[in-house]
């Protein structure tokens, strides 16, 4: 990715958006880069944190396991997107395990740096608290689907939720290249594979959707949302 591009990701990044182009090029210079390979994990849920990131290029997948080593995801990140800031608001151990599913690289922003920010730059504080606020919302969202709506509904929900973040709009479709195998969709979805894989067959098999590895082409967008609803 050019650095243009890079910037103009960092630019849209919750720490970043409440800051002028002069704090923003100072915010920038504090933080480091990482990258991650694909498949290899950042840190672990139960890990002391010490640095919140910020994603630049690629996706990351955040999940947690259950005792008998069952895994959840939590959330797919892509670029703009910001992660391990809980374990600084609140000092306790990572809430989840943040591992990429592509080649990745982020920024990393010290804690103790992040608290020097909120406290000069209320505006940077007050769009933390709308991510948060809007990231409670969507856990909410996804608990009462767990619970009201079924398989099918969730995974056409997950694909709309994927599309609008990771989509291409091409001349025959949404082109949704989520790149999860199809055991991650599954954590994604909160069901089985063979579940999963059911409900994909079948709106294959009613021409809503193509399936391609690691992605969705959507046909009938409308139908699946409609669904997903
Ligand atoms: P932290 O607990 O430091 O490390 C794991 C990170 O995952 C956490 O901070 C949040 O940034 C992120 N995270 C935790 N739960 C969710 C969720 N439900 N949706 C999206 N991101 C989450």
């Known amino acids: 990715m050019t650095k243009a591009a890079d910037e103009s990701v960092i630019r ?4 970043f958006s409440a800051l002028n182009d002069d704090e923003a090029t100072a915010l920038r210079a504090s933080m480091t880069q990482v ?3 694909k498949g290899h994990t950042l840190f672990k ?42 374990s600084l608001f609140d000092p306790e151990p ?14 990393a922003l010290a804690h103790d740096q992040v608290i020097g920010l909120v406290t000069a730059h209320p505006q940077a504080s007050l769009e933390l608290l709308r991510r948060l ?6 856990s909410n969202e996804i608990l009462a689907d767990l619970v009201f709506a079924d398989v099918p509904g969730r995974v056409a929900k997950a694909i709309i939720d994927l599309g609008a973040r990771f989509g291409q709009q091409k001349d025959d479709g949404l082109y949704v290249n989520h790149d999860l195998t199809q055991e991650e969709l599954a954590q994604l979805v ?8 059911k409900a994909l067959a079948d709106f294959a098999a009613r021409g809503w959707v193509r399936l ?7 046909l009938d967008y409308e139908r699946i949302a409609k669904r997903g609803k």
């Open 94 to 107: 990572r809430t989840a395990t943040a591992t990429a599913v592509t080649d990745a690289k982020l920024l």
């Open 12 to 15: 849209s990044a919750p720490l």
């Open 35 to 37: 990258k991650v390979t």
């Open 190 to 197: 909160g069901a089985s594979r063979e579940t999963v894989n």
């Open 212 to 218: 391609e590895p690691r992605a969705v082409v959507v």
């Open 133 to 138: 606020a809007q990231r409670l919302r969507k």
């Open 45 to 86: 849920e139960g890990d002391e944190g010490d640095r919140l990131y910020v994603v630049l290029e690629g996706k990351l997948k955040l999940g947690t396991s259950s005792i008998d080593g069952r895994e959840n995801l939590l959330s797919i990140l892509g670029p703009g997107e910001m992660f391990g800031e809980l």
